[in-house]
Nanobody
Framework: QLQLVESGGGLVQSGGSLRLSCAVS????????IGWFRQAPGKEREGVSC????????NYADAIKGRFTVSRDNVKNTVHLQLNSLKPEDTGDYYC?????????????????????WGLGTQVTVAS
């Protein structure tokens, strides 16, 4: 069992930055991948980024590549998502999830799967 808690969301002007955090607690003995997903109002959830806690390998969705950076702190069991050059279309609820399935395919299929662990999300609002 894992528990994930997101933090760091807020209101920011277009072009601004935020740093989201995903604190993972519970049985962290297995190697999980941590994915970041977002859901804009009225739209389907989409994958944003993913990082392997085993080897640090990262993956990014094309829409945010070059602007967002995912990193991990295995000592603190925390994964961060640095959001730079934010745009109004980045507005949404951002979620982190832990799963054992491979990272890259999860960026194109953001639905919840059995065995996943998800946080409750943190809201990001980018004003134009």
């Amino acid at each position: 069992q894992l528990q994930l808690v997101e933090s760091g969301g807020g209101l920011v002007q277009s072009g601004g930055s935020l740093r989201l955090s995903c604190a993972v607690s519970g049985d962290t003995s297995d190697d999980y991948n941590i994915g970041w997903f977002r859901q804009a109002p009225g739209k389907e959830r989409e994958g944003v980024s993913c990082i392997s806690t085993r080897d640090g390998n990262t993956n990014y969705a094309d829409a945010i590549k070059g602007r967002f950076t995912v990193s991990r702190d295995n000592v603190k069991n925390t994964v961060h998502l640095q959001l730079n050059s934010l745009k109004p279309e980045d507005t949404g609820d951002y979620y982190c999830a832990a799963f054992t399935s491979p990272c890259r395919p999860r960026l194109t299929s953001a639905r919840m799967r059995p065995g996943d662990y998800w946080g409750l999300g943190t809201q990001v609002t980018v004003a134009s």
